[in-house]
């Protein structure tokens, strides 16, 4: 297949009749452009060279960390169940050492970290540095697929790429976009020579890295192409099964039931977030208030954001489908097709970090050489120009309310490089375009598409932000606040901040932290005392009087510490592998501790019962988790048929709050220990969890995500009891 490179070049070389001034004029231009190409590509490889590089290969930084610690703890064989909490993935941080101050997986896929498995092998940073080469191996073979479709030069694919300011940062944050821009650039590639079963099974497995490949499945039925799609099909099917054999039913099912719905609406990390330059953060910001992320949005409006929010995204998308004509296999239209829909999906992603538009070489240089074919330099300027403005660092701004919409401008140029492809094909159909009875067909389901989203958007914001007066603020930096209890009158909760995880107190509307050197993960409290777990290389239970003289190690190798009322007892896990042990110690006789629970059982959380029996959350061999209660005999029982979490049993012995899940997400529920009787606390569809309970027995205080990201919780106070 001829490239539109050689094509342009070829034309290039043609003799015109012009005046000899004419043709030194051009000739003078040719030659500057030249000369400004290699001076941009040198001062871009330099830049690369002398600042990037040597950046990414000195320290770990946000994301390759959290890869590599999944993949290891998959190699290590732990149970990875719980890794999409913070706080367990932290505590497994710490334990194996890694110089990161803050990590977590969501909305990461589990398959993503097979990536780098096989690095595990290598200490955090050696591993990185191989990635980075590796990384720097596969953009040298994406420049050579790149040249065999487009014919672009090879300085200027040099270009594109150098001067691709989220290329750089995939660098130096250890991603994995060059890989997926491997992917998609290969499936191109395969399918233009035919092979149009590798294509579709190559897009499956780049599903499994990140969800919008699977996108492409629009594209071949469109296409009419059913061997393509069922191929993406088989794809996405082959790394479903790969990662639940890898990593469980169980973790998996955790994603679909609860990370991807979040994810795909904008709410799998902070959604009020601009800096993201999506739709989704965009319209979260105008429409949803939230009291301290979000506390001057334009209106309070959800249902105008589950409406304009897949409104908007079918907009953008909509001419990318449309547009493609069936069963035309030209490599050409293939070719400026397959860039305008990546474009569109890129458009609509929820929550965009800088890296991900990696991706734009790929569309970007396809485009390019279509107009360098067609000799439209006029149209070239403007494309380089929308491409640098999207990849240029953006500043990043606190504007609020109608101010918002000035604070995206990546997300306007992205719309508007969107609208430049599909000019490109529109005129490269030119007369022969008509809105025909399968476009009509195709709009109709777009159309229930888009109703669909909206109505599960309005049904997912039933009652997510109706209880905010019951919101207990804390402080602007704490992310996370979660693990409250009630004690000596002061509210005490553990708070993710951007140097880690730090114990907080909240009395008379002040806030303190800790200042602890290590994470401080979970605590509780009885009588004059308390007990913090802090986790560094393991974890060990620390207490704590109100004389700093009697601070001491109450338990090495031990998390998780749950005190008895009475002052008695001290419940805590022991882990291995992932796996956790209830065991038990005497806090005022010298004892050896004693496990509770057997060790083929992963034991979650507990509260203590008024007769010192234990109350606790439980799964067995990779299961879902129950309740069951331990009594001082050493015999377990289970007492709940749900899946449930969190116990909680009041002071005076009468109740028991805990949570359940139902749909997808964990509400709190109430039961009367002595008649078993149940009645449900919270029903949003968001994460109610980690109830306490205050000195009254009637009232909890539990940590929720409504209106937040997922699993991101901050604390409430809610009067359960008459």
């Excluded at 009697?550 to 001290?570: C, H, I, T």
Aim: glycine share 6%; net charge neutral; proline share 5%.
């Amino acid at each position: 297949m001829a490239g539109y490179g050689h094509a342009a070049s070829a034309q290039a070389g043609q003799t015109f009749p012009h005046a000899p001034a004419t043709v030194r004029h051009r000739k003078w231009l040719a030659a500057l452009v030249v000369a400004a190409e290699w001076l941009a590509l040198a001062a871009g490889t330099g830049y690369l060279c002398g600042r990037t590089l040597p950046r990414s290969w000195q320290s770990l930084n946000t994301d390759f960390p959290n890869y590599y610690l999944t993949a290891r703890l998959l190699r290590e064989g732990y149970n990875t169940d719980r890794l999409y909490e913070w706080i367990w993935i932290q505590r497994q941080k710490d334990h194996l050492g890694i110089e990161q101050p803050v990590v977590g997986y969501a909305p990461n896929t589990p398959f993503t970290s097979l990536a780098v498995l096989p690095l595990t092998y290598a200490a955090p940073l050696t591993a990185k540095r191989v990635w980075i080469i590796l990384s720097l191996l596969l953009l040298g073979i994406v420049a050579a697929l790149l040249h065999s479709l487009t014919g672009l030069l090879w300085r200027r694919i040099a270009l594109l790429m150098v001067l691709c300011f989220p290329l750089h940062r995939n660098l130096l944050y250890g991603q994995y976009y060059v890989l997926l821009l491997l992917v998609m650039t290969l499936a191109l590639w395969l399918y233009v020579r035919q092979k149009r079963v590798l294509a579709g099974v190559l897009l499956g497995i780049g599903f499994g890295l990140k969800i919008f490949p699977v996108f492409f499945l629009l594209y071949f039925l469109r296409k009419r192409d059913f061997t393509a799609a069922a191929a993406v099909l088989a794809g996405s099917i082959a790394t479903v099964v790969t990662s639940v054999a890898a990593f469980g039913v169980a973790l998996n099912r955790t994603y679909f039931l609860q990370v991807l719905p979040w994810a795909m609406r904008g709410e799998g990390m902070d959604p009020y977030n601009l800096s993201a330059n999506s739709i989704s953060s965009l319209l979260h910001r105008l429409f949803i208030f939230e009291p301290e992320w979000n506390p001057h949005p334009l209106m309070h409006a959800p249902a105008m954001f589950a409406a304009l929010h897949p409104l908007l995204q079918m907009l953008v998308l909509a001419p990318a489908i449309l547009l493609v004509v069936p069963r035309d296999m030209r490599p050409q239209r293939v070719l400026l097709e397959w860039a305008a829909f990546l474009l569109g999906v890129l458009a609509i992603s929820t929550l965009p970090a800088s890296y991900h538009f990696t991706l734009l070489i790929l569309p970007v240089a396809i485009v390019a050489s279509v107009l360098i074919s067609d000799m439209d330099y006029r149209s070239l300027a403007v494309l380089l120009i929308l491409y640098l403005g999207i990849c240029f660092p953006l500043l990043q701004t606190g504007f609020n309310g109608s101010l918002a919409v000035l604070a995206v401008p990546r997300l306007y140029l992205m719309i508007l490089l969107c609208l430049f492809a599909y000019w490109l094909l529109w005129r490269q159909e030119g007369h022969r375009f008509e809105f025909g009875r399968e476009r009509w067909a195709w709009s109709g389901v777009l159309a229930c598409v888009m109703a669909i989203q909206i109505a599960a958007t309005l049904r997912h914001q039933r009652g997510v932000y109706e209880h905010y007066s019951m919101r207990l603020t804390t402080a602007p930096e704490v992310l996370l606040a979660t693990e409250a209890i009630v004690h000596h009158g002061s509210l005490k909760f553990i708070a993710m901040l951007a140097d880690g995880y730090h114990k907080g107190e909240r009395s008379e509307d002040k806030i303190r932290f800790d200042a602890s050197p290590v994470d401080q993960l979970a605590m509780t409290a009885a009588g004059d005392r308390q007990w913090i777990e802090g986790s560094h290389y393991e974890s060990r239970i620390i207490s704590v009087g109100s004389d700093p003289a009697s601070n001491r190690v109450e338990a090495e190798n031990a998390e998780f510490p749950v005190a008895s009322r009475d002052g008695k007892w001290l419940a805590f896990l022991r882990s291995e592998h992932g796996t956790s042990r209830m065991w038990l110690r005497s806090l005022q006789i010298d004892v050896a501790d004693k496990p509770v629970t057997a060790a083929a059982m992963d034991v979650w959380e507990m509260s203590f019962l008024p007769d010192d029996s234990i109350i606790f959350a439980a799964s067995v061999k990779h299961g879902l988790p129950h309740l069951f209660i331990a009594d001082g005999n050493g015999d377990t029982r289970q007492v709940s048929a749900e899946e449930a979490r969190y116990p909680s049993v009041s002071p005076d012995g009468r109740w028991l709050a805990y949570s359940r899940q139902q749909d997808g997400v964990w509400n709190l529920w109430l039961r009367n220990i002595h008649t078993g009787e149940e009645t449900r606390i919270t029903s949003a569809h968001c994460n109610d969890i980690s109830p306490a309970w205050e000195e009254d027995s009637k009232t909890l205080v539990f940590a929720s995500d409504c209106g937040r990201s997922l699993g991101l919780t901050a604390l409430y106070r809610q009067r359960v009891v008459p």
